[in-house]
């Protein structure tokens, strides 16, 4: 009878144990959830998957986050049609970011900037060069990743995003080794440079 009863103690203090493993996972995926929607704390993107989204460019090309992560690390650049001081951004990717790596999205939802012709004709006459990469309506994609601050870049490896600036940024270099970095860095770029500098400053 001790036996059975010693038994039972030890098979109710098991599934008191593993019913709190549960919860705590429950807990964590739901903190997971909520990070990944805070669009103004760029760290807080790191390591949340990539919503999904199926979307037609401006050569009637359908592109897919398993189209997109066929070619390996790529990046998502979040823009508007009226942006001007996103331009050197854009720029400096398509300098930096090898082709089939980057797709250029809109977040702006209105009828005038969803033409994403239009869109990618007039970067090419602003810029005066050609630029062959997918210009993507992508207003939904944009809300569910909470951007609100533009120019927003993201860098992403098996639809994990694993880092996010955001804020005017023009150069090419950084941008190519960011690209190429293991623990590639996050943060709002306009702040990160001028940390740079001070540090330069104190050298």
């Known amino acids: 009878m001790d036996k059975i009863i010693s038994y039972l103690l030890v098979v109710l203090f098991l599934v008191g144990s593993l019913s709190g493993c549960i919860g705590s996972e429950k807990e964590m995926s739901g903190q997971e959830n909520t990070i990944c929607t805070e669009g103004n704390i760029p760290e807080w993107y790191v390591g949340c998957t990539l919503p999904s989204f199926d979307l037609i460019d401006q050569n009637g090309t ?5 189209s997109a992560n066929e ?5 998502a650049y979040f823009s508007a049609s009226w942006c001007t001081h996103c331009k050197p951004t854009i720029e400096a990717l398509d300098e930096s970011i090898m082709p089939n790596h980057l797709l250029v999205m809109n977040k702006h939802e209105s009828e005038d900037s969803s033409n994403m012709t239009k869109w990618h004709l007039k970067m090419e006459d602003e810029l005066n060069r050609s630029i062959n990469r ?7 994609l944009s809300e569910n990743l909470s951007i609100t601050s533009i120019p927003h870049v993201l860098l992403i490896e098996n639809n994990t995003i694993i880092s996010a600036r955001i804020g005017l940024w023009d150069s090419a270099h950084e941008m190519s080794i960011w690209f190429n970095a293991t623990s590639p860095e996050s943060g709002n770029t306009q702040s990160m440079k001028t940390n740079m500098d001070n540090m330069d400053g104190t050298l």
């Open 62 to 66: 359908h592109w897919n986050e398993s």
């Open 71 to 75: 070619s390996g690390r790529w990046v």
């Open 134 to 140: 997918p210009f993507l309506h992508a207003p939904p």
